[in-house]
């Protein structure tokens, strides 16, 4: 099997007469995860067109898989290759669920309908890029970043072997960019698929991609690992303006300008947490948590609630209980198997009445167990129990050593790491 992904060779591009690639040849082997930087007009996006067959080259030859592009059809291509360009427009008001299902359209063939499966791996595409709560809404009503995830998600869908975007991120607010930039990190850890990424922010780059390419002028002026290709003497001379490195001896990371790398796919590897939550309370950290590779249990939880759909997806184990229904004795056992595993037990901001309180019992458990217990604030605001027993159980937990978290980055930060 030929484990080159792309082998591009001796290539050249013009855009009328103006040539823009010049004899280019680079090599990306199947697994890897490649960052392709330079600044406007360094020749990316005619690379990137040249790359997808969208763009023929006037000279030498790019092979997917030892196949030459041109030569593949178009439902080999998309099996092959899954794009994500900077933005795409849809004059027919497809709804977010009906466009992450077409990429799915190359595997099911023109008139097969969407089996159990295709539809397991859309809602689970869905989910990861935090657009399962848009399903129903048009892509045409989408805000840009909103759409650009929806985009990403159909890509997902489509289980390419190779993932390339360009500037794909670049619309997205900064939780959602390193979300996705995650997900292409996971994806190229777990299941060895191929990404190449078009780029301008280069701390985003260097954060995730071990392989960094960088452009100038259609030519390539350096290609290795960050620490390697981010020099402040290079980047001086590729992007015309005075750029402070910055590198960090312990992690290894390079640091064009201040940023700091969320944990990474395999940070949270060995490590079980348990998450109490409902009512959609636990929707971001699951996603967060399942990105970062922990162990995850969630529960009690109803049966329909948003945070059940989320953990179906994402394939965490958890107690449950009927819809609407107070939580038994049987659920709240079920439950205490579960966090009795757990490293940390977590407690959302979830709204408590009587109906869910014995979930707090959980985290006493945990807390006479001297396990780790974090708890985000606010409780005093989400408790409709009589006489405020959620507030009174979960300020005993705080002055027993259980972590007050601000948010969810803060609770993050509070995990342990591998």
């Known amino acids: 099997m030929n484990t080159r992904a792309i082998h591009i060779e001796n290539v050249s591009a013009s855009y009328r007469d103006t040539p823009v690639l010049h004899d280019l ?9 490649v960052g392709i930087l330079g600044p406007n007009g360094a020749g990316k996006s005619t690379l990137f067109r040249v790359l997808t067959g969208l763009h023929k080259s006037t000279g030498g030859a790019v092979r997917i898989f030892g196949r030459d592009v041109l030569a593949l059809k178009a ?66 009503a989408l805000s840009g970043g909103e759409r650009q995830r929806a985009v990403v998600a159909m890509v997902l869908a489509q289980e390419p072997r190779i993932i390339l975007m360009d500037e794909a991120t670049s619309h997205l ?22 990404a190449v990424i078009i780029s301008h922010d280069l701390n985003l780059a260097a954060d995730f991609c071990r392989r960094l390419i960088l452009l100038d002028h259609g030519r390539i002026a350096a290609d290795g690992t960050p620490a390697a290709v981010l020099t402040g003497d290079l980047l001086r001379q590729v992007y015309h303006c005075e750029i402070a490195v910055q590198h960090d001896p312990q992690s290894g990371l390079v640091n064009v300008t201040p940023a700091r790398h969320r944990p990474g796919s395999a940070s949270g590897q060995g490590i ?55 939580i038994s004795a049987e659920a709240l056992g079920q439950a205490r198997t579960l966090a009795g595993q757990a490293d940390v037990v977590v407690l959302t901001d979830v709204p408590f009445g009587p109906g869910n309180l014995p979930n707090l019992d959980l985290l006493e458990d945990a807390m006479r167990q001297k ?22 159980r979960v300020r005993a937990l705080v002055a027993q050593g259980a972590v007050e978290c601000r948010d969810v980055a803060d609770l993050v930060a509070h995990l342990p790491v591998a």
Request: hydrophobic letters at 40%.
């Open 25 to 33: 040849t680079l090599a990306i082997e199947a697994g890897e995860l």
């Open 75 to 140: 439902g080999e291509r998309a099996r092959l290759i899954g794009v994500v360009p900077q933005s795409v427009e849809t004059p027919v008001a497809f709804t977010v669920e009906e466009m992450v299902m077409m990429g799915r359209s190359s595997i099911l063939g023109r008139w097969s309908s969407p089996s159990a499966e295709d539809r397991r791996v859309v809602e689970r595409a869905m989910v990861y890029t935090d657009v399962a709560t848009l399903r129903k809404r048009p892509v045409t």
């Open 173 to 194: 607010d900064i939780n959602h960019r390193f979300e996705i930039m995650q997900l292409i990190e996971r994806l190229n850890a777990d299941q060895g698929v191929t």
């Open 272 to 326: 079980r947490v348990h998450i109490v939550a409902g009512g959609g309370a636990g929707e971001e950290l699951m996603r967060h948590l399942a990105l970062c590779g922990y162990t995850i249990s969630a529960g009690v939880l109803n049966q329909g609630d948003n945070d059940t759909g989320t953990a179906q997806a994402l394939g965490i184990q958890m107690a449950l209980e009927k819809p609407f229904s107070p």
């Open 371 to 392: 396990r780790r217990v974090l708890v985000l604030t606010g409780i005093d605001q989400r408790d409709y129990t009589p006489d405020h027993q959620a507030v009174h």
